[in-house]
């Protein structure tokens, strides 16, 4: 049976546990709802046990106002302090910097740990200082030549004084971007349209950074600039056509120098081994006539003093080298009999052709070679006994 049924005991079934005089009127039978301001002098009798307060008797609620007046302070200056602790305490990762101002003026830069600070006096911008951001811009600009080209670009940055990126600058983001205007406009305007559509984009690169970091340190932003990135340059879409046919002729030139060069690197080389060839052949043949007329020359030295010792051998012997060599070089021999009236030809070249593989040489007969070497000719036509008979 419900507490609040017509007929229970209320005093046993009271949920807020008053006991006898648990009810508005002071009647411990009296029937109806449960007496909520005792149900709140509970509460307050508790939370003043919690903080010091003493807990009130049976009274009424009116006689204690004060002093729970009081525990509801206590209670929600601690409340107030726990949101304060939980917002002025606070992590700075690995990765990050934090900067505290003071009354509105720069205090100190905090690095990684667990650090507090005192709002509201105090305030704190933390922001990560290794990370490398990004920012990607587009836009048509006029070269040095007066063309129209559209230029793409990623600049990469990253902070490197939190202190000056906070307080120097205000949006210094913006800036960055204002400057990275200016400074491809300016790099652009003077480069000629060729060198930013083909290989001009990475010194292009380089300018732009130099020239962005420079304004950049000058505004004091506190950023560095890591990398400028240029795309692939394009013309304005209703030219496009007539820049790629410019292109593929200016890639033809290309290929045409390639051939060019290595038809040259082939040709080159060749014709210096060439010329090389020639000059070892003709120090060769000019080390093999000095050889010569050197050997030649002793030989002559040699054969005056082998002279002057028997002149009459020396004379014959020479004679005979002689005849040898010009006869050997010789297909025909004529030779003279006594007093000049007989002439004898010898057709050696026929009589060697006549010879053949098969046909055996007439007995007698000898090459000029042979003849001339070793070949015993007769008394009659030897040279050597016709001079005998004559200086006889």
């Known amino acids: 049976m419900a507490w609040n049924e017509p007929g229970g005991n209320s005093n046993n079934q009271d949920p807020w546990g008053s006991g006898g005089g648990g009810r508005r009127g002071g009647g411990g039978d009296q029937k109806g709802p449960p007496d909520l301001d005792e149900a709140f002098r509970k509460l307050q009798d508790s939370l003043n046990g919690m903080f010091g307060g003493k807990k009130r008797g049976g009274g009424n609620f009116g006689g204690s106002g004060k002093r729970g007046g009081f525990g ?11 949101v304060w602790l939980f917002n002025a ?27 507090i600070y005192f709002p509201p006096i105090d305030r704190k911008f933390q922001e990560n200082v290794t990370r490398e951001r990004s920012y990607s811009k587009q836009g048509q600009m006029l070269t040095e030549d007066e063309n129209i080209i559209e230029v793409p670009l990623t ?19 913006i800036s ?53 990135n240029i795309q692939s340059a394009s013309a304005p879409r209703e030219v496009q056509e007539a ?60 054969l005056v003093a082998e002279y002057r010792k028997a002149p009459e051998v020396t004379r014959e012997r020479l004679y005979l080298e ?58 009659e036509l030897d040279p050597r006994e016709v001079r005998t008979r004559e200086s006889r």
């Open 72 to 82: 509801l302070v206590w209670v929600a200056l601690v409340v107030l302090l726990a």
């Open 89 to 115: 305490i606070y992590i700075v990762d690995e990765q990050e910097q934090a900067v505290v101002l003071r009354f509105g003026k720069y205090h100190e830069t905090v690095g990684p740990g667990l650090n």
């Open 155 to 173: 600049v990469q940055y990253k902070i490197s004084n939190l202190q000056s990126f906070v307080l120097s600058v205000d949006q210094p983001e």
């Open 176 to 228: 960055l971007q204002h400057a990275t205007d200016s400074a491809v406009r300016h790099v652009v305007g003077s480069t000629a349209m060729d060198q930013v559509l083909t290989e001009g984009r990475e010194v292009m690169a380089g300018e732009v950074k130099e020239r962005l970091q420079r304004f950049l340190d000058n505004y004091g932003t506190g950023i560095v600039v890591t990398q400028v």
């Open 243 to 302: 820049f790629d046919d410019v292109i593929r002729a200016r890639e033809d030139e290309q290929r045409e120098k390639n051939q060019a060069e290595s038809y040259a690197n082939g040709v080159i080389p060749e014709a210096r081994g060439q010329a090389q060839r020639m000059l070892e052949e003709a120090s060769g043949y000019r080390d093999a006539v000095i050889s010569r007329a050197t050997g030649e020359a002793d030989r002559f030295s040699k």
């Open 322 to 379: 002689t005849m040898q060599e010009v006869m050997s070089n010789t297909s025909k021999v004529m030779v003279s009999g006594d007093g000049g009236q007989n002439l004898l030809y010898l057709p050696l070249d026929k009589m060697i052709n006549s010879r053949g593989a098969s046909t055996p040489a007439p007995a007698g007969v000898a090459s000029g070679a042979a003849a001339t070497q070793g070949t015993r000719l007769p008394p």
